[in-house]
């Protein structure tokens, strides 16, 4: 069924696509913003995200799009700038961007203490949830976000169910399959029936992505690296502005220094040692031709065996996906690949080319800049050259799929200098907007052979599946679909009975006070 699906989405993408131009676009187009209008035409995953939510219905897929693009329009979403929010909102740090939850996903922070509820401002502070989502949604393309509802000091004053519907609102209509979960902390027993009410806008389909969390248990979703204190975490950050919380990427370890000799030594050894193990992927030919090399006995220079881990590199420099952006191609596109602690970590590659005519300034900053020394991470790539980067897990500490990578990149004059003091004047002259960046995600192989980029493998091992992984896999698909579609069940009986205790308890109001002055 899902091979069938996956086989069909070309089909029910152009489908959407050819229906809203003629059924919609036709007689609406000037409720819709043309560059919207026109990202639906060239976006296959944001028609796709639109057909997963409405379950692969086209007609249901059209209705949210309509609803979506008017809102869009509406709240000129394209145009939303920092300019376009008053500073007070900013300053006041209620609604930001920071951290990740155990799973990767990035944390949206709402401190619900911060809002009161007032009818003068709620159109700005609409506009802020819309800003930093719409923001997020530019950068990251598709990938989730974890909502942290903090309810701690809330009061009275803070509960605005319409500010609440428009949040549910943004990721069940104007932003679906963004969102991965809601934790909602420290909720006051006084909130409990609004909360109620939250559930039924939700829908069933959401309603188990609700998470009802204390100071005991929100370290099952938050590790305390991104908990503030209050929630019992040990995260330092406190926000400010200006400027925007800048997802929170900051220069790693060991930029542009040299590698201990040691280091460098075992990294030589790494790299002659995985070349080797890495034949298995080759074909013979390569084989008979490397083992040759590596078979030298013959005592050589430094220079030469530096040369030689150079062309083991360049021989096995074959990613298996490309960034291509403006500026640089980046491999791999998405994920850096390590080895389990198991199997020893492995140290990463990244591989940036430049598709200019001009020499390109490059950064490398991360989440986690005590974990990883990069090498380079602050240089600069000549007009049609490739650059290695070398990624390695720092002091013995262990690779996160929470950790993130963020790439820079901006074009220099001919006539700029290329060494650290001018890269340094350089990047603190250049604008903002003329800067290219790309963000790359950490993943551990657990298995003792990487599937995909390392450098120890670099792109060869990409196994296949086998048939019974596949099948478990499907027999786990299968189960999971049978446990929703009980909560969804459980929950509509649910909804059924506190709708008929409402209405009885309604009844009996009426007949009281019927009865009282009869």
Same mark, same amino acid.
């Given at each position: 069924?899902?091979?069938?699906?996956?086989?069909?989405?070309?089909?029910?993408?152009?489908?959407?696509?050819?229906?809203?131009?003629?059924?919609?676009?036709?007689?609406?187009?000037?409720?819709?913003?043309?560059?919207?209008?026109?990202?639906?035409?060239?976006?296959?995953?944001?028609?796709?995200?639109?057909?997963?939510?409405?379950?692969?219905?086209?007609?249901?897929?059209?209705?949210?799009?309509?609803?979506?693009?008017?809102?869009?329009?509406?709240?000129?979403?394209?145009?939303?700038?920092?300019?376009?929010?008053?500073?007070?909102?900013?300053?006041?740090?209620?609604?930001?961007?920071?951290?990740?939850?155990?799973?990767?996903?990035?944390?949206?922070?709402?401190?619900?203490?911060?809002?009161?509820? =007032?009818?003068? $401002?709620? +159109?700005?502070?609409?506009?802020? !949830? *819309?800003?930093?989502? &719409?923001?997020?949604? /530019?950068?990251?393309?598709?990938?989730?976000?974890?909502?942290?509802?903090?309810?701690?000091?809330?009061?009275?004053?803070?509960?605005?169910?319409?500010?609440?519907?428009?949040?549910?609102?943004?990721?069940?209509?104007?932003?679906?399959?963004?969102?991965?979960?809601?934790?909602?902390?420290?909720?006051?027993?006084?909130?409990?029936?609004?909360?109620?009410?939250?559930?039924?806008?939700?829908?069933?389909?959401?309603?188990?992505?609700?998470?009802?969390?204390?100071?005991?248990?929100?370290?099952?979703?938050?590790?305390?690296?991104?908990?503030?204190?209050?929630?019992?975490?040990?995260?330092?950050?406190?926000?400010?502005?200006?400027?925007?919380?800048?997802? =929170?990427?900051? $220069?790693? +370890?060991?930029?542009?220094?040299? !590698? *201990?000799?040691?280091? &460098?030594?075992?990294? /030589?050894?790494?790299?002659?040692?995985?070349?080797?193990?890495?034949?298995?992927?080759?074909?013979?030919?390569?084989?008979?031709?490397?083992?040759?090399?590596?078979?030298?006995?013959?005592?050589?220079?430094?220079?030469?065996?530096?040369?030689?881990?150079?062309?083991?590199?360049?021989?096995?420099?074959?990613?298996?996906?490309?960034?291509?952006?403006?500026?640089?191609?980046?491999?791999?596109?998405?994920?850096?690949?390590?080895?389990?602690?198991?199997?020893?970590?492995?140290?990463?590659?990244?591989?940036?080319?430049?598709?200019?005519?001009?020499?390109?300034?490059?950064?490398?900053?991360?989440?986690?800049?005590?974990?990883?020394?990069?090498?380079?991470?602050?240089?600069?790539?000549?007009?049609?050259?490739?650059?290695? !980067?070398?990624?390695?897990?720092?002091?013995?500490?262990?690779?996160?799929?929470?950790?993130?990578?963020?790439?820079?990149?901006?074009?220099?004059?001919?006539?700029?200098?290329?060494?650290?003091?001018?890269?340094?004047?350089?990047?603190?002259?250049?604008?903002?907007?003329?800067?290219?960046?790309?963000?790359?995600?950490?993943?551990?192989?657990?298995?003792?052979?990487?599937?995909?980029?390392?450098?120890?493998?670099?792109?060869?091992?990409?196994?296949?599946?086998?048939?019974?992984?596949?099948?478990?896999?499907?027999?786990?698909?299968?189960?999971?679909?049978?446990?929703?579609?009980?909560?969804?069940?459980?929950?509509?009986?649910?909804?059924?009975?506190?709708?008929?205790?409402?209405?009885?308890?309604?009844?009996?109001?009426?007949?009281?006070?019927?009865?009282?002055?009869?």
């Amino acid at each position: 069924m899902a091979e069938y699906q996956a086989q069909n989405k070309p089909k029910l993408i152009a489908d959407v696509r050819r229906r809203f131009e003629a059924e919609y676009v036709a007689d609406k187009s000037d409720k819709y913003d043309p560059r919207d209008v026109e990202r639906l035409q060239q976006d296959d995953n944001w028609v796709e995200s639109y057909l997963c939510w409405r379950h692969n219905i086209v007609d249901e897929t059209l209705k949210m799009l309509d609803e979506s693009f008017q809102w869009r329009k509406e709240m000129s979403v394209n145009d939303l700038t920092e300019a376009s929010i008053p500073r007070w909102l900013l300053e006041i740090g209620g609604i930001y961007l920071h951290g990740y939850d155990k799973e990767g996903n990035k944390l949206f922070w709402i401190r619900v203490k911060y809002h009161i509820k =007032d009818h003068k $401002t709620i +159109l700005d502070k609409k506009k802020l !949830i *819309a800003f930093w989502l &719409e923001r997020y949604a /530019k950068r990251e393309n598709g990938k989730p976000v974890t909502v942290m509802f903090d309810l701690s000091e809330t009061g009275i004053n803070s509960i605005d169910m319409d500010f609440v519907r428009f949040i549910i609102n943004c990721f069940k209509v104007y932003y679906p399959k963004y969102l991965s979960k809601m934790v909602i902390f420290d909720m006051p027993w006084i909130m409990n029936a609004a909360f109620k009410i939250v559930k039924s806008w939700l829908g069933p389909e959401a309603v188990s992505l609700l998470k009802f969390t204390t100071k005991n248990d929100v370290q099952d979703y938050v590790s305390v690296e991104y908990l503030p204190p209050h929630m019992g975490g040990s995260d330092p950050f406190k926000y400010s502005y200006p400027p925007l919380v800048d997802d =929170d990427f900051q $220069t790693p +370890l060991c930029e542009n220094g040299p !590698i *201990a000799s040691e280091d &460098e030594a075992s990294s /030589k050894e790494d790299l002659e040692s995985d070349g080797k193990e890495s034949l298995e992927t080759v074909s013979n030919e390569e084989q008979a031709a490397f083992l040759k090399k590596s078979n030298v006995t013959e005592p050589t220079s430094k220079a030469e065996e530096s040369e030689k881990v150079d062309s083991i590199m360049r021989a096995f420099k074959k990613p298996l996906s490309v960034f291509k952006g403006p500026l640089l191609h980046i491999s791999p596109a998405e994920e850096l690949y390590f080895g389990s602690t198991e199997s020893g970590e492995k140290k990463a590659l990244i591989v940036l080319t430049n598709v200019t005519k001009n020499i390109v300034a490059f950064k490398v900053r991360t989440t986690a800049p005590e974990k990883y020394r990069v090498k380079p991470s602050n240089s600069s790539c000549d007009p049609g050259a490739s650059i290695d !980067i070398v990624v390695s897990p720092h002091g013995g500490l262990t690779v996160s799929a929470q950790d993130r990578f963020l790439i820079m990149a901006a074009e220099m004059e001919q006539s700029s200098g290329t060494g650290q003091t001018e890269l340094t004047q350089f990047w603190k002259e250049v604008p903002r907007n003329k800067v290219m960046e790309h963000r790359l995600r950490c993943h551990i192989v657990e298995s003792s052979k990487p599937t995909t980029l390392t450098l120890k493998d670099h792109a060869f091992n990409m196994s296949d599946k086998t048939n019974e992984d596949l099948f478990l896999q499907l027999n786990r698909l299968l189960e999971s679909n049978r446990k929703l579609e009980d909560q969804v069940q459980r929950c509509v009986w649910f909804q059924q009975l506190l709708l008929s205790l409402t209405v009885l308890s309604l009844a009996f109001v009426i007949s009281f006070f019927y009865l009282l002055y009869s």
